[in-house]
């Protein structure tokens, strides 16, 4: 099976939840961060020294590019006289979810403790692959969940 194939594989079954990873960590164009992590893919595919580590490096570079995104949009909005934010497809299509009071608050977390619950509960990844997609120790990977589940928590009660 050739590189171009298995990615082509690895992008059918999984680039929808890529654009919701994508989406859930903050991007308002998740779509084209999902398409830019499998480009690089294809263009990295041949490189990698284990072809099942695919999926992680997806996850990784969604979350990367996404991360990127998010700073260099908050510093064109510094720079930026204020507009009318336009909301992109995916961002609505996660508005509408049962989950939108979740969503706000999760919004409200740090970069890095967002990542670690969106990787932890949305994608249901172990310990382990999100230390490896976050490029952080287990232990780190422990202690922004637990930090980031304690802030959701407040953040609901508030709510209430």
């Known amino acids: 099976m050739t590189d171009e194939v298995s990615v082509a594989d690895l992008f059918r079954a999984r680039y929808a939840e890529m654009v919701r990873l994508a989406g859930l960590l903050g991007a308002d164009d998740a779509e084209d961060v999902a398409q830019e992590a499998f480009a690089r893919l294809l263009w990295r595919h041949a490189s990698l ?3 099942g ?3 992680g490096y997806v996850r990784a570079t969604v979350c990367n590019l996404t991360r990127n995104r998010v700073r260099h949009l908050r510093v064109v909005r510094l720079r930026t006289p204020a507009a009318a934010d336009e909301a992109s ?3 609505a299509a996660i ?3 049962d989950h939108r009071e979740v969503i706000a608050a999760l919004a409200g977390l740090p970069a890095r403790r967002r990542e670690a619950i969106v ?3 949305w994608l249901d990844l172990s310990e382990r692959e999100i230390a490896e997609v976050m490029g952080v ?3 780190t990977v422990k202690s922004q969940v637990s ?3 304690a802030a959701l928590s407040r953040a609901l009660e508030a709510l209430a």
Do not use: F
Request: hydrophobic share 25%; charged share 35%.
């Open 49 to 51: 020294r284990d072809p």
């Open 53 to 55: 580590a695919a999926l």
């Open 89 to 91: 497809s995916e961002h």
């Open 95 to 97: 508005q509408r979810e």
């Open 119 to 121: 990787l932890r509960y």
């Open 137 to 139: 120790s287990p232990g």
């Open 147 to 149: 930090k980031g589940m």
